[in-house]
């Protein structure tokens, strides 16, 4: 019944901004200079991607486009930098809800899959870019009103466990949709499976009761550098009832498997490959680097998720495999080693199992507050299969197989939680 209240209360609020925010342009009109905006505006990297009319289409085809459509008055009609930070926050928020309960059947609109988390993604993009076009009559610090709602829109604010004793409470983190360049209609099973799990009440495998909760993170270099990671997993790691007893971040990894990461590395070591807005981390595997600002810690930090238990028991209908590979520098030495079974005394990190991407330093960063601020928590990352199954046609966004892939692998994410978020 809350998570259905919470669900009421998103859509009011969001039914009571829009009206305002269409009927309220008086503002502009009396000779203020708020509702101008700069439609030649400078877009970013990821929001240059926007002029692909597939993404508009995936927004209309999921019944978000009101979102998109209404914002720039929204906008329009706010009358200081007070009130653009309330309304940033609440349309984050109400759009994080709204795709939520639509993953979740329970929000009506669009004949694309309910489950499908690129919906978001497109929507969060288009209003950023209004947020970029907006020439208020007055001084904001933009970068500020965009990291408030893109904190609202990915589940970081009003999104708290609901207080119930004996309940266990699990916390995950996913990501947006990566590599868009090479093929615009892609998703990501990870963003899927928080959206369509955030909130929800599971039953363990033990019997007992649990509630999940999720955020979608950005695959964006300067988002973490900015600890964004740090802001979603601190509130979760202090004592009270807002803290998990057990965290995972989830990220789409190799073809056909799960493998749960038995090592994060502290190094960056992709290059040449971009994240999101096409930036590089400055790191590579024959020249590592560590991500600016990040906290004291070891080069490699172990999971301690129960991955003897969740091996055992959850195999269909993809694998599970405990991935225990590390790519060091080896005390003493200066070339990168490959290390199947771990790293060795000394080491430098270059790569843990998740690589040296963003999948594997957000399980680095949320394991590494984990150890300063709840070691007792079992905590460490799940990746999942790549969701595959797009049509041919480049025109079509989805098709049976997509979908269906899609809903698997969901499905096996929530049974490696139900297992692995069992009190021992």
Known sequence: MMILRRAASA???????????????AHAAAGTSACRTQPSA??????????????TALVERAGLEDFVRRF??????????????????????????????RAQGQRPGGDLAA?????????RLAMTAALARWQPGFTVDRAALRARFEDASRGLTDNAFRPAPGVRRIFISGF???????????????GSAALQLNGRRVTLADGSPAEIRAVVLPVRYADFDAHMVERAF??????????????????QGYPGIFTLEDWAGRARSADPYPDNARALSGGTRERPVTAPGLGPGPEFIRTTLPADAVTAAVQTPYPVLLNRAVTEIPAGGTAPVDRPDGPTPGS????????????????????????ELAPHLPGGHLHTPVLTGLPADPQLLTGPEF??????????VRAVLEHAAVRR
């Open 115 to 123: 489950g499908d988390d690129r919906p978001l993604y497109w929507t």
């Open 348 to 371: 430098r990190a270059v790569s843990g199992g998740g690589g040296g991407y963003l999948s594997n330093e957000v399980a680095y960063r949320s394991n590494r507050l984990r150890t």
């Open 11 to 25: 859509a009011a609020l969001l039914i009571t901004i829009l009206p305002v925010a269409v009927a309220s342009p």
């Open 42 to 55: 400078p877009l970013d990297s990821e929001q240059s991607r926007l002029a692909d009319a597939r993404t």
């Open 72 to 101: 720039p008055a929204a906008l329009c009609a706010t009358r200081g930098p007070a009130e653009a930070e309330r309304l940033l926050q609440s349309w984050g928020q109400a759009l994080w809800q709204a795709s939520v309960r």
């Open 403 to 412: 979908e269906r892939n899609e809903s698997s692998i969901t499905g096996e």
């Open 176 to 190: 947006d949709p990566f590599g868009l360049d090479a093929e615009i209609r892609r998703a990501n099973p990870s």
């Open 234 to 251: 601190a509130p979760r790691m202090t004592a009270g009832p807002a803290s998990a007893d057990i965290i995972t971040t989830v990220s």
